[in-house]
C-alpha cells in the first residue's frame, strides 16, 4: 500500500528531488509531466463547472514502475494549470498494490469516478494471469473533484465472465438513453482480448451485458477501452496488446486504436481496427466530453515495456514520461480525426511565413514551435529536417519520420501514403507530435537531443505555404 500519510512524508524527506528534476532542460514547455517520478495512463478526465481535472498514474518517488496513486492537475483554459494534491493512493486491502486506471462521469452535480483496485496474493504459488490476483472495480463520488467518498467495491472478480482470466481492468462509463455504460478491458483464458459490456440505472449496481471482440483474435488483452460516439457514430478505442509487426502497421511493443462500432439492439460489431498514431510513443488513450460538447483525447506519451529503446536520459534526473497535448477528436470522410485544441494557438509568437520554395532554414533556441505546411502538390516528395538527426520524408508513397541518436533507440517509423496535403508540427523541447492531412494521421515520440538549438529545414520541389511560430511556455500554478 501507499497511504496520503506516507506521500507526505516522502516529500519532506525528498524534498531536495524537485530541485534535481527541474534542473534537467529536457523538461517540456507545454506538455503535462509527473511533478517528480513517473507518469503513466491519463485517467478521470472530467470537466465540472468550467474545471477541467486531468488524472493520471503516477509514482511520486520512482522513475519507474512501482505502486501506483493518481496525480493531479486543473485547468480552466488550457494554457494555465494548477498542480493539485495527489487525488487516490493505494491505501485499502481493495488497492493495496496500485490504484489503476479509470474514469469519471458527472451525475446531478457529483463526479463519480471508477477505477481498477490491483491487489495481488503472496499466499500460493500464481502466474498472476490465470490465478492470484484481484482486479476490483471501485466507485468514489466527489463534489469537487478534490475530496471523495468511501471506496465502494461495484465489481469483483466473481462478477466477471467465468471464462475471462484475472486481467480485466481500466472501467470507462458513458451513458446511453436510460443507462449507464461501463466497458473494461480483459484477456480470456484462451488468451482472446476483448471489451466486458455492464450497464447500470444508478452507477452503484451493475450487470454483466455482453462483451465486444473481433471474431478472429486480435492481441490477448485490450487495455484501456472507451465507448463514444462522434456524430452518432460509435466508436471503441482500445489498446490491443499482442499484435504482430506488419511493413507499416502495430510498430510498437504495444498499440493504441479504434474501431467503427454497429450496435444492434445490444449485439456490437466492429469494423477494421484503426491506430490513432503511428509513432513511437503514444498508448492508453482517454477521452471525454467536455460542456461545450467537444470530444477530447489524451494520451500517455509513452509505452510499457519499452525494452527495445535505451532508457530516457530524463531518469537520471528523477522523472519520466508526459501526456499527450490534449486534441479535439472529429469524425469525418469515416474516419476519427485529431486536431490540437484551438486554445493552443495562445502560446504562440514570432509568426513567420514563406513559401515552400522559397525557405531555406529556420533555427529556433529551445525546440519549442509549430509549423504549418500546406502543399499545392500532395504527391511530390520532400525531406523536412526538424533536428540535426530527425527528419520526416516523403517519397511518394510513405512517409517516415527517421530519428538517429536523439531518438534513443527510437528509429524509423512509416506510414503508407499517397499524398500529403497538410502538415502541422508540435515540436516541444523533447517531443514531436506531428498532425498530417488535417489530423487523418498523427505521430508522436519523445526525442532527446544534445543542444535545443537545431535548424530546421526543407528540400523539396514542391510549393506551397509555410508558416512557423515559437511557443510559449504554458503557466503550471
Known amino acids: 500500500m501507499y497511504t496520503k500519510e506516507e506521500y507526505v512524508k516522502d516529500c519532506q524527506i525528498h524534498n531536495g528531488m524537485w530541485r534535481v528534476v527541474n534542473s534537467d532542460f529536457n523538461r517540456l514547455n507545454y506538455h503535462l509531466m509527473a511533478p517528480t517520478g513517473w507518469l503513466n495512463d491519463p485517467n478521470g478526465l472530467v470537466e465540472k463547472n468550467g474545471i477541467n481535472h486531468i488524472y493520471f498514474q503516477y509514482t511520486p518517488f520512482d522513475a519507474g514502475w512501482g505502486i501506483k496513486s493518481w496525480g493531479h492537475y486543473t485547468t480552466k483554459d488550457w494554457i494555465t494549470y494548477k498542480e493539485e494534491e495527489p487525488f487516490v493512493f493505494a491505501d485499502n486491502r481493495l488497492d493495496r498494490d496500485g490504484a489503476y486506471s479509470g474514469s469519471a462521469i458527472v451525475k446531478d452535480g457529483v463526479i463519480h469516478y471508477f477505477y481498477t483496485g490491483n491487489v495481488k496474493l503472496l499466499d500460493g504459488n500464481y502466474d498472476y494471469v490465470l490465478n492470484g490476483r ?12 478534490y475530496h471523495f467518498t468511501d ?10 465472465p467465468d471464462d475471462m482470466t484475472t486481467h480485466v481492468r481500466d472501467p470507462k462509463i458513458s451513458k446511453d438513453g436510460e443507462n449507464y455504460v461501463m466497458v473494461l478491458g480483459a484477456r480470456s483464458v484462451e488468451g482472446k482480448g476483448c471489451a466486458l459490456v455492464y450497464h447500470s440505472a444508478d452507477l452503484s449496481h451493475w450487470h454483466y451485458v455482453t462483451r465486444i471482440q473481433t471474431s478472429e483474435k486480435f492481441g490477448f488483452m485490450w487495455e484501456c477501452p472507451d465507448l463514444f460516439k462522434l456524430n452518432n457514430q460509435l466508436v471503441l478505442s482500445v489498446s490491443p496488446q499482442g499484435l504482430e509487426k506488419e511493413e507499416t502497421r502495430y510498430q510498437n511493443v504495444f498499440q493504441s486504436g479504434y474501431f467503427l462500432v454497429d450496435e444492434n439492439h445490444g449485439d456490437y460489431a466492429v469494423g477494421k481496427f484503426e491506430e490513432f498514431d503511428y509513432g513511437f510513443d503514444f498508448y492508453a488513450v482517454q477521452t471525454f466530453e467536455d460542456e461545450s460538447g467537444r470530444r477530447i483525447l489524451m494520451a500517455w506519451m509513452g509505452l510499457p515495456m519499452e525494452s527495445e529503446y535505451q532508457e530516457d536520459p ?3 534526473y528523477n522523472w519520466r514520461h508526459a501526456l499527450t497535448m490534449p486534441r ?3 469524425f469525418q470522410n469515416g474516419a476519427v480525426y485529431q486536431r490540437p485544441l484551438k486554445e493552443f494557438e495562445k ?3 514570432n509568426e513567420f511565413q514563406t513559401q515552400i520554395s522559397e525557405f531555406k532554414q529556420w533555427q529556433t533556441e529551445n525546440c519549442s514551435f509549430e509549423l504549418n505546411a500546406s502543399f499545392s502538390n500532395p504527391t511530390e516528395s520532400f525531406s523536412l529536417r526538424l533536428r540535426d538527426d530527425v527528419v520526416l520524408t516523403f517519397d511518394g508513397s ?3 519520420l527517421k530519428m538517429g541518436e536523439s531518438g534513443f533507440g527510437r528509429t524509423q517509423r512509416n ?3 499517397d499524398k500529403v496535403s497538410q502538415l502541422q508540427v508540435f515540436s516541444d523541447t523533447t517531443s514531436l507530435e506531428i498532425f498530417i492531412n488535417g489530423g487523418r494521421y498523427t505521430m508522436t515520440s519523445r526525442v532527446f537531443s544534445d543542444s535545443l538549438k537545431q535548424t530546421i529545414s526543407f528540400d523539396t520541389k514542391a510549393d506551397g505555404r509555410l ?3 515559437d511557443l510559449k511556455k504554458f503557466n503550471i500554478e
Request: proline share 0%; charged share 20%; net charge negative.
Open 134 to 145: 484481484e482486479q476490483n472495480t471501485i466507485h468514489l463520488m466527489s463534489d469537487d473533484g
Open 467 to 469: 508558416t512557423i511560430y
Open 415 to 417: 506510414i503508407a501514403l
Open 347 to 349: 502560446l504562440r509568437k
Open 398 to 400: 510513405m512517409l517516415s
Open 314 to 316: 530524463t531518469v537520471k
Open 328 to 330: 479535439e477528436l472529429v
Open 151 to 160: 471506496k465502494a467495491l461495484v465489481l469483483a472478480n466473481s462478477d466477471y
